[in-house]
């Protein structure tokens, strides 16, 4: 009876963890919009949406595609030095439905594909998550990279930006000065260092090093590959594409369409940046950064919601409609 109440227990508590995983993405993705637009009358909001140019949007669409199929190319690259020589199809299919997992459980998409690909191409689910991990890390680095390139070509504009809103330059100065920063960043490195230290016989925290291990071990691996040049060909694919997915939909709007390729990039990379919040595919961030930052160009805040919600919804339904269609091929892979 104990085992049976143990187990209840613990299905109890997987049920609560998936609801929770579920749940609160989607509930703070909701409350953002709902403050976001509790003042917008949608009917403007769809008189704008009607005048814009439908055809632009859907020509955005492919270079989305192709950013998260370069992905897949990438993904390879990845694997092949761990020696694994996965299908591309597989990866490009399982990259697509991760995706559109992703808006049902903000980051079980990563998961969901990882799998995919360990299960399809026999290939340890360790190995396949650590490269996945890898091509995150590539990301972020190539977000920040972004952004630092957005800010030096408009420094003076974010300056005069920082100028008018003394209030916020002056927080974040108050940030950097307050001991309670530096205190919080040393109290977080000491609690790493003394768990990993003293704790290391816990079964978790062995997991993690092993795993840390496993991943700096493939690193390795990965950082002698002939293949370089085809790395940073196809990163520079990805968000080469990412970018015109993005960019595109400026000039379907008469409100945008003149704002310029500088503006382009700090809404993109202000987007980007929002994606590191887990959320439904984005939902609720994704608005928030953009409006920002049309709002920095003089955009109204009625037309840069409207931007916000057509461009999100349409390109959100591309995805979701992508990721089925992954999902289907690979049902039809293992069938055969």
């Known amino acids: 009876m104990e085992e049976t109440g143990n187990g209840i227990a613990s299905k109890?508590?997987?049920?609560?963890?998936?609801?929770?995983?579920?749940?609160?993405?989607?509930?703070?993705?909701?409350?953002?919009?709902?403050?976001?637009?509790?003042?917008?009358?949608?009917?403007?909001?769809?008189?704008?949406?009607?005048?814009?140019?439908?055809?632009?949007?859907?020509?955005?669409l492919p270079f989305g595609l192709l950013g998260n199929t370069i992905r897949g190319y990438r993904w390879e690259l990845f694997l092949k030095p761990l020696g694994y020589n996965p299908k591309v199809s597989t990866l490009n299919y399982a990259t697509y439905g991760g995706y559109a997992i992703n808006f049902a459980l903000p980051r079980a998409g990563e998961l969901w594909k990882t799998g995919a690909v360990s299960k399809e191409e026999n290939i340890?689910?360790?190995?396949?998550?650590?490269?996945?991990?890898?091509?995150?890390?590539?990301?972020?680095?190539?977000?920040?990279?972004?952004?630092?390139?957005?800010?030096?070509?408009?420094?003076?504009?974010?300056i005069d930006q920082l100028k008018e809103r003394k209030k916020a330059l002056e927080s974040i100065i108050e940030i950097l000065q307050s001991p309670l920063f530096y205190i919080g960043i040393g109290a977080a490195i000491i609690t790493t260092y003394i768990v990993l230290k003293y704790f290391s016989e816990n079964i978790i925290v062995r997991k993690i090093k092993e795993f840390t291990k496993?991943?700096?071990?493939?690193?390795k691996a990965i950082w002698k590959m002939d293949t370089k040049g085809r790395l940073l060909l196809y990163t520079i694919g990805i968000w080469g594409s990412y970018f015109l997915y993005f960019y595109i939909t400026f000039f379907a709007f008469d409100f945008t369409k003149d704002l310029g390729f500088t503006a382009g990039l700090i809404a993109f990379a202000l987007s980007s940046i929002s994606m590191?919040?887990?959320s439904n595919g984005g939902l609720g961030p994704w608005q928030v950064a953009v409006v920002a930052a049309l709002a920095l160009y003089g955009v109204s805040g009625l037309e840069a919601k409207a931007f916000a919600v057509g461009v999100f919804g349409l390109q959100s339904l591309w995805v979701i409609l992508c990721g089925f269609f992954g999902m289907g091929m690979l049902s039809l892979k293992k069938s055969k």
């Open 12 to 60: 109890k508590s997987s049920l609560l963890n998936k609801l929770i995983k579920t749940i609160l993405p989607l509930a703070l993705g909701i409350v953002i919009l709902y403050f976001l637009f509790r003042d917008i009358d949608f009917k403007e909001v769809w008189i704008i949406l009607k005048e814009a140019n439908w055809g632009i949007l859907l020509i955005s």
């Open 124 to 158: 340890p689910f360790t190995k396949a998550f650590g490269t996945m991990l890898l091509d995150r890390i590539f990301d972020t680095f190539t977000v920040l990279t972004i952004t630092l390139f957005a800010f030096i070509f408009n420094m003076q504009f974010f």
């Open 214 to 219: 496993g991943i700096i071990l493939d690193m």
């Open 276 to 278: 590191g919040v887990p």
